[in-house]
């Protein structure tokens, strides 16, 4: 089987896969008239109907017209290692010290092995707070939309509501 044919099979089964999540969640109509399901649902066949098409043109002589590969021949593996770390953070903490703190803590870690990946990799203090200012800047606005605009519990480093 040539690699695009798994790309494409791959993609149906995951979009069966989310498919198979969606039937979990409950339909019941909320605002406007659409339930809880209806976004994973779109989601389910927008990737089926992506999944149709890899597959026809794997089937069809394979990706035609690809260009050849930019960058380097493997994965940066330093870089992989700073944003798992920070994923992995996230998830562990945001119960702990709230959204805003952990998603905070994540773009860091992420930024860090983003420009590590480039090359660039500054373990100064000053990009440090950088990328902690410019992620807390990003992170307490979603926040406070969740939480105070469409009032979805996110969890909170104190009981306020705004932290």
Same mark, same amino acid.
């Given at each position: 089987?040539?690699?695009?044919?798994?790309?494409?099979? *791959?993609?149906?089964? @995951?979009?069966g896969? @989310?498919?198979a999540? !969606?039937?979990?969640?409950?339909?019941?109509?909320?605002?406007?008239g659409v339930?809880?399901?209806?976004?994973?649902?779109?989601? #389910?066949?927008?990737?089926a109907?992506?999944g149709?098409?890899?597959l026809? %043109?794997a089937l069809?002589?394979? $990706?035609?017209?690809?260009? %050849?590969?930019?960058? #380097? #021949?493997?994965?940066?593996?330093?870089?992989?290692?700073?944003v798992? =770390?920070? =994923?992995? /953070?996230n998830?562990?903490?945001?119960?702990? =010290?709230? $959204?805003? @703190?952990s998603?905070?803590?994540?773009?860091? /870690?992420?930024?860090? *092995?983003?420009?590590?990946?480039?090359?660039?990799?500054d373990?100064r203090?000053?990009?440090?707070?950088?990328? !902690?200012?410019?992620? $807390? /800047?990003?992170?307490?606005? =979603?926040?406070?939309m969740?939480?105070k605009?469409l009032a979805?519990?996110?969890?909170?480093?104190?009981?306020?509501?705004?932290l």
């Open positions: 089987m040539k690699p695009q044919t798994a790309i494409g099979l *791959g993609t149906l089964a @995951l979009s896969l @989310l498919a999540g !969606a039937t979990q969640i409950s339909s019941d109509a909320g605002y406007a339930g809880p399901n209806f976004l994973p649902w779109v989601v #389910a066949v927008v990737l109907l992506c149709v098409f890899l026809r %043109e069809t002589s394979g $990706f035609r017209d690809m260009d %050849e590969p930019s960058g #380097a #021949a493997t994965g940066h593996w330093p870089g992989f290692v700073w798992s =770390v920070g =994923v992995l /953070l998830a562990a903490l945001i119960t702990t =010290v709230g $959204f805003i @703190l998603c905070t803590l994540c773009f860091m /870690l992420a930024a860090q *092995g983003f420009t590590s990946a480039q090359g660039r990799l373990l203090p000053a990009a440090w707070l950088k990328n !902690a200012l410019i992620g $807390f /800047l990003i992170a307490a606005p =979603v926040y406070w969740f939480t605009l979805i519990n996110l969890p909170g480093l104190t009981s306020t509501g705004w």
